[in-house]
């Protein structure tokens, strides 16, 4: 009895506190967009951009929104309305800062959707309302007709452009071995898909394996220093889907007594600072960058919306790829890193 | 043959024995699989066995305070996000201090990282001693909270450091074995020290087995529970801390994510029962020694990575089944059948063996 | 007493008819072919020890346990119940000691729960709640408001609505299972009101109570079960006070009287400083404030039924619960006992009545079983060194006699009476100047129980003080120098032991109607030398466990 008392007090505890949360969050929506509701309705010149963003995830997430903020806050016609989710999870607060926006009228929205799907309603309102939305890296599941367009990286070209990289480095082929993410995800199967499309074709490629090292450098590099004893070090190059993996992956390679870029060739895709340290170091020979500054372009495309010209219904972020010390040092002096 | 017997029945026999079976497999792939040779260009000493040694030593250190804390008919589902508050403490401290070889940022750091740990473990103990919640609810608080406070410690960024003292301890060697299986086995011991020397562990079993008996009996159960919590959260900070030595980097989202698992089994497989009581830390760092072999064995025998969680699972349902004693009673009636169909004797020796 | 007459017509048709029924559960057999009928107009009391079968069959009747034998006839139809929605189809309705409503609900909500009233849009709250209006005025409770919330009612009140709730299908078996035992004595009066104007509507009641008095009050009929069977069915006024005793403890009134004391008068000087005095002890639902004393060298027992508070008055005396009156001196110094810890460093051991779920730690050896209460006094830095505990552990094993004589096997594995005899080194072991025994003869064969009363005699005679428990009446009587007596958790008397003191004589205390009469059944048998406490107040009922918690 007294358990379930326990049990049945600790459950409303954890339900008040649910509630609390959520109506911060709601209290957080409601402040961050009620101010530009007059700006909005007065803005003859400027322009008025809401953005339901995901907020502080982590390095690649944080870089890309405030390179989208830096840019928009650069011109002066614009003004960015800017409302992180309460949690990178939390898709109901996005929903209700979107409602908000849309209220208000602003003129264009920008979304970085938490989950794909539920959106149709908000995206229809915005819609009757002439908002035109535009969404920026993740996708949503509902139909093209609902959003302008979507900009974003694609994980495919990116892992494509490490498999042009390999083509010409190693003109003979090589026995490679590929370092994987968490399994199951998308973004797994796309760059393996990008990798092996482009080196298709190509004689003399060997995969000697491939397992996951869930995107952990500890586990990239227990996994190839194994790889490395089985295999007696007879591996050329490795295609490591993170930078972290490829970073664990590289300490394996010099532990076993080689030498990273030269025995063994390091691929990573990413392009984190730490990525870019290690490649001007040497550890690493290749970085594609899944490119988080795109603020040129979601500007672009707004002012295009704005002025009824057609957009592309998907727009692909080109991304840099980095593949000597020097490149490294450069992207790095050039505060490419996040 | 009576002491065979014996050793047959205890806990880590299994556990062992798998060991060798995958180690066997392994020399089947690799004749040279076992050898031990000396690194031409590192001078180190190297091979597969030494591997198993190194990554092994996280994993013992995290089974040995589950051991503990699942003795008293609990759960530390925390250890895996303390293992990312030692390495994120350490990382961030070190390379603050950014004094690439000196031995007092290194100690520092451990200093630090395992005082945090100490806290939130016994924040965690105090939860479910004190303020009486299911230690199920409170280590799962904790294992959301304490990623947190890692994430705030490093900013949410991956952190890394320089410090040679420190990235020894994962990749130093001494006479050759890896120091951080070194120290880990050193940790063991002492721990058992502390557990058998001391009457803690008798009372640890003891509030494991009856907790009203053993209230009734005089021993106090809160502090001893607080102190085993305390304990679980300072080894698994330990662990993170040969995790980050290793690679010189913490990812607080990655490191020691679901490695809780991983601890639960490993003091399962080593014979201890999640219904408390009894506890084996013999068993429990061979099970940790287990599940380091396997997780290198997927990588050696090339097992495609879709596959390996089922690889995983396989062999150890097969080592758990092995271990019951109603699989055990049913194979030996099975061996016996032959000749014997199952007479009353057969039946009577099955019974002897589960007593 | 305030009786009405038994409307019980002579021949009248049972509604409820118990045949030969069985129901056994691994190990035990809860009932074993008994045979029970329920008249329309009647309340019929229940009676029997915790572990007689009361639950059971209560749980029989309701549909929570399957029968495996026997048959339920029901309104002269056999049915087969599958579980309390079934059972209260066939019109049987139960309330049970702990209230289960929802406190959080209106009293109306709660009284039609699962009977809503629906309009064309759902529940028509308006009309549910009229008619819970006119359920509560048919038990005279129409000035309770159907839309305060429960929780604003006191317990009593909430109990009546949990009747009425049972009555709102037009039950026509309702089981009361302890009712009174969070009432104070006008709330039960309240609730006898309730109960017997259901009665004389034709309601068949089944009344299942721990106090004697109240049985007497209420029921026409009494059931007496024991160890799982059926003892007889009586009318209560064929039935005094000391025969219903005798029937549900199991000693037949004539070989109670027999068994007289052959312990010769006591004479112990009892000015002196006692070892443990308690004065005004009491924990709320569980005992009443009680004043007691035990000396050194001196074999105190506590008699009473089970449920009577003897259990709950050793668990405050050794710190096992906490006491929330009342205070303790040991050796003439107050003393905080509020945990068993507390109890251990004043020297007073206390051996649980429960020794599988309270005494024996199973998995863990015979030799730590011993060791374990010194080890907690030592605390866990200072193990007890191997050779002591060698020597503890040869001590007790040899004194009592052990078997199997092998310190190293799990206590889980021994014998009852082997158990009981390691938990007693146990205490022992801790060098005690109290020991407070619980039933340590329970369920353990006759030598074993030999050994240990012999053991407690010399313990006694060593100087130590013992308070011994047991619901062997005799058992006590021949140990005890003085006789505490308790009865529904407050302490009605206490007899010095004498030539004339026999466990029918405490039977009768016992027995006796009312305090009064205990009082002087009390006197009557100690005459001049003996004395006689009371406890202080007079109000009779105040508690609310004595549950038949162990009574599966």
Known sequence: MSHLKRARSLVGGIAAGVLALGLAACGGGDSDTADNGTDGATGGETITVGYVAVGPEGGWRDAHEKAIRDAFGAESDLELKYAPASSPTDQRSQLDAFAQFVNDEVDVILLTATEASGWDASLELAKEAEIPVILLDRGVDSSPDLYVTRIAPDNVNVAAQVGEWALSVFPDGADYYVLEGVPGLSVVNERNEGFEEAISGASGWNKVGAQTANWSAEEGKSVTETVLRANNNAIDFIFAQNDEMGIGAALAVREAGLTPGEDVKIATIDGTTGALEALAAGDLSFVAQYNPFFGDLAIDAVRKALAGESVDPVIIVPGDAFDSPEAGQAALDNGLGF | ?355 | MTKSSPSVAAGSHPIVEVKDVSITFPGVKALDRVSFRLLPGEVHALMGENGAGKSTLIKALTGVYEIDSGSILIDGRERHLTGTASAQEAGISTVYQEINLCPNLSVGENVMLGHEVRGWAGIDWRRTHAEARTVLARMELGHLDPRAPLSSLSIAMQQLVAISRAMVTDSKVLILDEPTSSLDANEVEVLFGVVRRLRDQGVAILFISHFLDQVYAIADRITVLRNGQLVGEFLVQDLDRTQLISKMIGKDFESLKALGSTRQKDMRDRSTTPLLAAAGLGRKGAIDPTDVEVHAGEVVGFAGLLGSGRTELARLLAGADKADSGAITVKGEKAGIGSPVAGLAHGIAYSTENRRDDGIVADLSVRENIMLALQARRGWMRRVPAKEVDKLVQTYMQRFGVRPNDPDRPIGLLSGGNQQKVLLGRWLATGPDLLLLDEPTRGIDVGAKADIQETVAELAEGGMGVVFISSELEEVVRLSERIVILKDHRKIGEVVNGPEVSAQSVVSIIAAESEELAEQAAQELASSDSTTTDTTTTDTTNADSASDGRDS
């Open chain 2, 1 to 355: 043959m009576n002491r065979f017997k014996a050793a047959l029945r205890t806990p880590w026999f299994g556990a062992l024995l798998a060991i060798v079976v995958l180690l066997a497999v392994n020399t089947i792939k690799d004749p040279g699989y076992l050898a031990i040779g000396t690194n031409q260009t590192t001078g180190m000493m190297s091979g597969n066995l030494l591997d198993i040694l190194r990554i092994s030593a996280p994993i013992i250190m995290i089974s040995l305070g589950m051991t503990f804390v699942i003795a008293t008919e609990g759960i530390d589902l925390s250890v895996g996000s303390m293992m990312a508050i030692g390495g994120a403490v350490a990382m961030q401290t070190l390379s603050s201090i950014n004094q690439p070889s000196s031995v007092t940022a290194m100690l520092t750091a451990i200093g630090l990282a395992l005082l945090l740990a100490f806290v939130l473990g016994t924040v965690n103990g105090i939860l479910v001693a004190v303020v009486g919640l299911q230690p199920f609810i409170t280590t799962l608080v904790m294992m959301m909270a304490a990623r947190g406070i890692a994430r705030v410690i490093t900013g949410g960024q991956n952190t890394n450091a320089r410090n040679g003292p420190f990235n020894q301890l994962a990749t130093g060697q001494i006479l050759g074995i890896p120091t951080g299986f070194v120290l880990a086995i050193g940790i063991v011991v002492l721990v058992a020290l502390l557990m058998r020397r001391t009457a803690l562990g008798l009372m640890i079993e003891s509030i494991g087995i009856n907790p009203h008996a053993s209230r009734l009996a005089g021993i106090r159960p809160r502090p001893i529970l607080i102190a085993v919590y305390a304990l679980a959260a300072v080894l698994a900070a330990i662990g993170g801390l040969f995790t980050v030595a290793e690679v010189m980097t913490v990812n607080p989202s990655s490191t020691g994510n679901l490695m809780e698992l991983d601890a639960i089994l490993a003091v399962v497989i080593g014979g201890t029962s999640l219904a408390g009581g009894k506890f084996s830390i013999l068993g429990s760092t061979a099970g940790a020694l287990l599940i380091a072999t396997l997780n290198k064995t997927v990588v050696f025998l090339g097992v495609p990575s879709a596959a390996t969680p089922a690889f995983k699972g396989v062999v150890i349902i097969i080592l758990v089944l092995l271990q019951s004693d109603r699989v055990r009673s049913l194979l030996k009636r099975r061996t016996k059948s032959p000749t014997t169909p199952s007479t009353p004797t057969a039946e009577l020796e099955s019974q002897e063996a589960l007593a």
